[in-house]
């Protein structure tokens, strides 16, 4: 911040044109009032007490003019205006510029003004003068000689008042535009209104003074009162301007007036940038206080405002005189950080902030540890204007929460709210919102591939029978709506008829690699089934899955493209028998291509739409389930679910539903969870699990090892199955230390009776060293990649099992001594 009135001097390089620009108005003034002047001497004497009671009140006024408060100030309000004003009309030109001359010299010498200002300032007013003689001289004589005021004369002092202020103010615009450059602009249309309220009020109290006047000189003086209410109104005007920019409890600017503070600033960067001088870099430094609300919630809000007052002062002690630090609301502040070179100058700014706050503030002899974490922002790396740039700062100051962190620099890969994000999020509900399902429920009679008739599980509705009439009595075609009570029903439709014949050249093959007893068992089914059969086209949808096809029309754009779901086989070590699939979402975007899953998992989890993912997941894995039952495959899926849905309790009686209304045992689905989702919430977690495993519903601790409290949660949560992270299993067959921590796991796991999955087997080193260490399952590349429901069903009638040679050559890598 410049010392002074920083309008006392011009920036460096634009002295020259500047003060030519000067020199200019200096001359075209004297050309305007020299021969006005000239013969002023003569008609001094002859001037009436009014003139000079004008001319007493001008100077006066002058010599304490209102100058608007605030960082950004605006022109003073200079009351001679009026009374010269009243002067050009009644009595010409010159004595007009002379008063003016006068008063100018007061007011510059009381309010510290350059010389050059000074001569300045009296130059355009004379100018000004001048231009409004001219328009008066436009009318049909003397203003007010004659004694009565016509149209005309209105007309022209109307039009003399608006030449006065578009000289003027022309001028003065035209100034500040060689002074700063670019930068003139804003500073010219936050000042015009005012000036036009301020100003032209003073113009127009001006032919009522002349009015005045004629009829006394006594008269003049009685302007006074509406001249300080125009100064009252100015102040009131001001003050407001100024509280409206401020914020009440600690007196620094608010989000008004940070706005206008990027705004100017980035207007002065970009025109540096241009130049390519090497300051031309603009920080927003976004702050936010730790455990601010354990303050106000433990000692009460008075103390946490006094605590907000501290800091402020802290900030404001800690950066520099040009820097601006503004509090946005609650304990959010801001600071603006001005001719930088780079990243790192504002990263050293914000290690100071931090190292200010670090110091305990002492309260009622209390000290309170205050911290905060910063985002930073930058022009024009990461924005070029202001929202832009206040929500990069804002993500960057959340990425430096999450990291536990006091300061981050804003990078685009921790935005996780990008405008991309969000157009994605709006596709993925409306593929989702786009594609309802609508569950068939399975065929009464259907066979197991182990030949034992499906029943349904304990505490579960039956199903409803294929001819339309539910278990329970019902009337043919209605069946409960999921998720609501019995006392609601829906009409549905008939559900078709399965066709469960076995002819299908592929089905076949499927029966044919299984052992002897699920192939009689499926012979068996078939047999009984094709005598009621309606067609032969069960094939046909098993092989295609629970695939959603979506379309938006001809139009690309419309089209969210679909999902659907991928299974990746789950292997038993031992004997190499496919034991189960883990259910994994994919979706193909019609401009994205497929779409990364765990960027997928990040823009759903953070709203909403993760219901509706959960609810389509959970139809699609229970329905196939109850395709490949009916197949004669015997497969147990596991799907994840997100902490988002165990924290509502709704999945359990959603899972419930769904198993009840395929007629799908409990054991043939399993539930994935993550330890980071246990500590989210783990009250309620533990709830939703507990609902689970009491339903039948198997549960797996997935990425076991990468968590927080691992010991404690398989003591705790009622587990069936643990899943080795692949970040250990990947590294295990070159890594001792690797392969240590996963036979850790398995002999730990296996001594509390759950079973072992390791997730990334990728070679068969690796398969062979889990095999030695007693893991259970196995799933990875080595077997197979992720695949469409209707892929896997041919990879399964091609996979033949692979029994590991027993283990003594399975040793894996040797501990390097320590």
């Known amino acids: 911040m410049e010392t002074g009135d920083p309008r006392n001097s011009v920036p460096p390089g634009r002295g020259t044109p500047f003060f030519g620009f000067v020199a200019v108005v200096g001359v075209l003034a004297v050309l305007v009032s020299a021969g006005p002047l000239a013969g002023l001497p003569e008609r001094l004497s002859d001037m009436p007490p009014a003139f000079w009671t004008m001319a007493a009140l001008a100077v006066a006024c002058d010599a304490r003019p209102f100058v608007p408060p605030g960082r950004r100030r605006t022109s003073a309000v200079f009351p001679s205006t009026c009374f010269t004003f ?90 500040i535009r060689l002074r700063f450059g670019a930068r003139w602009w804003p500073r010219v249309r936050l000042g015009l209104a005012y000036e036009l309220l301020s100003t032209g009020s003073l113009l127009l109290l001006a032919p009522v003074l002349v009015a005045a006047a004629r009829a006394s000189a006594a008269l003049i003086p009685l302007v006074l009162v509406p001249l300080f209410a125009v100064y009252r109104m100015a102040r009131l005007s001001a003050e407001q301007e100024q509280l409206a920019a401020l914020d009440p409890l600690t007196g620094l600017p608010n989000r008004k007036a940070l706005l206008a503070e990027v705004a100017e600033q980035v207007h002065l960067h970009a025109e540096r940038a241009a130049r390519s001088e090497p300051d031309a870099h603009l920080a927003l430094l ?80 209390l000290p309170l540890d205050v911290g905060g974490s910063i985002g930073v922002a930058m022009f024009p790396e990461h924005g070029e204007d202001f929202a832009t740039l206040m929500r990069h700062a804002d993500v960057a100051m959340y990425d430096a929460k999450h990291r536990n962190d006091t300061v981050a620099v804003y990078a685009a890969e921790s935005d996780h709210n990008s405008a991309e994000r969000l157009g994605l999020l709006a596709d993925l509900r409306r593929v989702l919102d786009s594609t309802p399902t609508s569950p068939v429920a399975a065929p009464p009679g259907v066979r197991g591939g182990d030949g034992a008739a499906l029943a349904t599980a304990p505490g579960l509705p039956a199903p409803a029978r294929a001819d339309g009439v539910a278990r329970n009595g019902g009337r043919r075609g209605i069946v409960a709506r999921p998720g609501q009570g019995s006392g609601r029903w829906r009409l549905r439709r008939r559900p078709a008829r399965v066709d469960l014949r076995h002819d299908d050249e592929l089905i076949n093959r499927i029966v044919t690699n299984a052992d002897p007893i699920r192939r009689r068992a499926a012979r068996t089914v078939g047999a009984n089934a094709s005598a009621g059969a309606a067609g032969d086209r069960f094939p046909e949808a098993l092989a295609e899955g629970p695939v959603r096809n979506v379309g938006g029309g001809d139009d690309p754009a419309g089209d969210p493209g679909e999902i659907t779901m991928y299974y990746q086989p789950q292997i038993a070590i031992a004997t190499g028998e496919v034991v189960g699939v883990e259910a994994l979402l994919r979706w193909r975007h019609p401009r994205r291509g497929m779409v990364d899953p765990g960027e997928l998992i990040q823009v759903a989890e953070q709203s909403a739409v993760m219901r509706l ?58 539930v994935e969870i993550t330890e980071g989702a246990l500590m989210a919430d783990p009250r309620r977690v533990l709830a939703s699990i507990s609902q689970l495993h009491r339903i039948g519903v198997g549960i797996a601790l997935d990425d076991f090892g990468t968590g927080y409290s691992s010991l404690q949660h398989l003591r705790r949560l009622p587990l069936s199955e643990v899943k080795v992270d692949r970040s250990f299993v990947l590294g295990m067959a070159e890594d001792p230390d690797d392969a240590a921590i996963v036979r850790s796991m398995i002999e730990l796991a296996g001594a509390l009776g759950l079973r072992v999955v390791a997730e990334g087997v990728e070679d068969e080193r690796t398969w062979r060293l889990l095999h030695a260490a007693g893991c259970d399952v196995a799933q990875g590349w080595f077997y197979a990649r992720p695949m469409p429901a209707e892929e896997l069903v041919t990879w399964l009638s091609r996979y033949r099992p692979v029994h590991p040679v027993s283990a003594a050559e399975a040793e894996g890598p040797r501990r390097p001594a320590r």
């Open 86 to 175: 009243a002067i050009l009309l009644g009595w010409g030109l010159g004595p007009a510029v002379a008063v003016q001359a006068v008063a100018v010299a007061v007011s510059g010498w009381r309010l510290g003004y350059a010389l050059w200002r000074t001569g300045f300032n009296a130059a355009q007013y004379a100018c000004a003068l001048g231009a409004a003689y001219l328009v008066t001289r436009l009318g049909a004589g003397d203003l007010f000689d004659g004694g009565r005021l016509h149209w005309a004369d209105v007309a022209a002092v109307g039009g003399a008042a608006a030449a006065w202020f578009t000289v003027n103010y022309g001028l003065v615009t035209f100034a």
């Open 613 to 670: 993912l959960t609810r389509r997941v959970v139809d699609d894995v229970t329905e196939q389930l109850a395709k490949w039952s009916a197949a004669g495959l015997t497969l147990r899926a596991a799907l994840n679910v997100s902490v988002r849905d165990l924290h509502t309790g709704e999945i359990a009686e959603q899972i419930a539903d769904r198993l009840a209304r395929y007629g799908v045992p409990p054991d043939r689905l399993q």
């Open 286 to 365: 976004l702050l936010d206080l730790d455990r601010f609300k354990h303050v106000n919630d433990a000692l009460g809000h008075a103390v946490g405002d006094r605590l907000l007052v501290e800091v402020s002062a802290r900030l404001t002690d800690v950066v520099d005189e040009d820097h601006l630090v503004a509090r946005l609301g609650g304990d959010e502040f801001a600071i603006v950080v001005p001719r930088l070179t780079g990243a790192d100058q504002a990263r050293e700014l914000a290690d100071r902030v931090v190292a200010a706050l670090a110091e305990p503030v002492p309260l009622d002899g």
